[in-house]
């Protein structure tokens, strides 16, 4: 069966340029020519289209592609070896949301009544309720998990009960052997939704995303075991 640019493109709701652009990059098998000099492509180019496609949702756009040069080129192996990081990438982000909701639900930072003065401690009294050094907790502000201000007149370190919720939650999630960079886009999407509480809904959106692209691995790894299939026909 011969198909044409724009046959492959309908079936997708795509432009005739992207199909001869991922053709170019490798995502699809080199077109033959017709006699004129047109592209002139079989089921097999179909097929590739398709997997392609269903590999986006499940390891991004960069790595499908990467994904489908590998197997364009007989490099199964390294196709391979990129969807087991993406498995291995998302295993690891799982666990972090595991980890993030376990760390809130053991946080209790007081509550501090809208007519009373908030709470404050300084980094000697907090690092020894946590028992870590000083140079623990200036080092995670200088990564920016926490930013406490200064007493205006000794200019010593204030951390109020906000400041001591997020140390206490990255204290726990640095125990889970997360990295600072890590711990700190937590810590934003906690300040960004104002509190622990207001919080659990982006961690919900969190999971049905990671719960999606789950699914979206399923769906990717059929198509693409269909294709592998069809490659060796």
């Known amino acids: 069966m011969r198909l044409r640019p724009i046959d492959l493109a309908r079936e997708h709701g795509l432009s005739t340029q992207a199909v001869r652009n991922y053709e170019e990059s490798g995502i699809l098998p080199l077109a033959e020519r ?6 002139v492509y079989a089921p097999r180019h179909a097929a590739a289209l398709r997997t ?6 499940a390891h991004g756009h960069a790595t499908a592609g990467a994904i489908m040069r590998a197997v364009n080129g007989d490099a199964v192996e390294e196709a391979l070896r990129l969807i087991d990081e993406s498995h291995t990438q998302l295993a690891e982000d799982r666990r972090t949301l595991e980890d993030v909701e376990e760390a809130l639900r053991d946080l209790a930072p007081p509550r501090e009544p809208e007519s009373v003065e908030p709470v404050v401690t300084f980094i000697g009294p907090l690092a020894r309720r946590l028992g870590i050094r000083p140079a623990t907790l200036r080092k995670w502000e200088r990564a920016g998990l926490i930013v406490p201000r200064r007493d205006p007149r000794t200019g010593y370190r204030i951390y109020t009960s906000a400041d001591v919720r997020d140390v206490l939650l990255a204290h726990q999630l640095r125990r889970g ?37 789950g699914r979206a691995m399923l769906t990717g790894a059929a198509a693409l075991d269909t294709y592998l299939g069809s490659r060796s026909d």
Request: glycine share 10%; charged share 25%; aromatic share 6%.
């Open 52 to 57: 392609f496609l269903a590999l986006i949702p």
């Open 34 to 39: 017709s006699a004129s000099g047109y592209r």
């Open 177 to 213: 052997g997360h990295g600072l960079e890590q711990i700190a886009r937590v810590l934003e999407r906690v300040r960004a939704a104002g509190g622990p509480e207001p919080l659990q809904a982006t961690l919900r959106e969190w999971r049905d995303r990671l719960t999606a692209q």
